[in-house]
């Protein structure tokens, strides 16, 4: 169970601060809620602390975590298949994981086909999305903020 304050990540949403604790009740049933503050935007999102492990909220990692991930970038394999729904379908599974360096070869395989060949609209907005959970978890280990940190991802994938 996380705690108010504790800095956490949304496989889907991105990185943020657990702001409160909430009781709602809906219906007939009451439930306590994360309310859940987006680093990037600031959106606030309630999450049902008893399926907040089911959605795959999970602590921000570790900055040697995260510097170890950035380091194994520019070596990262990626995927190149060339059906699009498949592609797509692999690569949503893998933000859905809420693993760190799915989510960075996610990052890196869109970033490479989009320079080789171009995106469909639908993989555009998925690395769009996908770089800003990435790069907002990344700013929470304290390791540059954001622009530093989109230019040392960015220096990552072409290297």
Same mark, same amino acid.
């Given at each position: ?75 990262? $394999?990626?995927?190149?298949? @060339?059906?699009?729904? &498949?592609?797509? =379908?692999?690569?949503? +599974?893998? *933000?859905? !994981? ?17 320079? $080789?060949?171009?995106?469909? @609209?639908?993989?555009? &907005?998925?690395? =769009?999305?996908?770089? +800003?959970? *990435?790069? !907002? ?23």
């Amino acid at each position: 169970m996380f705690s108010v304050g504790d800095m956490v990540v949304h496989p889907m949403h991105g990185a943020g601060v657990i702001d409160s604790i909430v009781n709602e009740k809906i219906g007939d049933t009451a439930q306590d809620y994360y309310v859940f503050k987006m680093l990037v935007g600031g959106l606030l999102l309630k999450i049902p602390i008893a399926n907040s492990d089911v959605i795959g909220l999970r602590p921000v990692s570790e900055r040697e975590t995260v510097e170890q991930m950035l380091s194994a970038l520019p070596a990262m $394999e990626t995927d190149e298949n @060339t059906n699009w729904s &498949k592609r797509y =379908h692999e690569n949503l +599974q893998r *933000l859905k !994981s809420g693993d760190l360096y799915e989510l960075a070869r996610v990052v890196k395989s869109l970033t490479q086909r989009d320079r $080789e060949r171009g995106l469909s @609209t639908g993989e555009r &907005k998925m690395l =769009h999305d996908a770089k +800003q959970i *990435l790069i !907002s978890e990344i700013v929470l280990t304290g390791i540059g903020n954001y622009e530093q940190v989109e230019q040392r991802l960015a220096g990552a994938i072409e290297a």
